[in-house]
């Protein structure tokens, strides 16, 4: 945790995406890391960003099966039945998990 903060205090974008247009905040999501995805949210990573499916964070979090995960992205403004290009919603993921 420690070195993400100062990872972003040493001016990384919060908001870079990797392989799949995948961001930080869609693998910490999928990771469980809840203080690591507020960090990044609160250094301006974007809740709604949408990979190479277009799904959110949102989609990523139940991967890591972890319930409170994904409350952080809802409570960043994403829409709880938003779809990913296979039009799969939360309850969709969720169940595949």
Not at 30 to 52: N, P, R
Not at 72 to 96: C, F, M
């Amino acid at each position: 945790m420690n070195l993400v903060r100062v990872l972003i205090e040493d001016g990384t974008n919060a908001g870079v995406q990797g392989i799949g247009k995948s961001t930080l905040l869609h693998m910490s999501s999928q990771g469980g890391h809840l203080v690591v995805s507020e960090v990044l949210l609160v250094a301006g990573a974007d809740a709604k960003a949408t990979d190479v499916d277009t799904s959110t964070p949102l989609h990523w979090a139940p991967q890591g099966r972890r319930l409170d995960a994904v409350q952080v992205p809802l409570n960043h403004g994403v829409e709880v039945w938003a779809k990913d290009g296979y039009q799969s919603t939360l309850l969709n993921t969720a169940l595949q998990v």
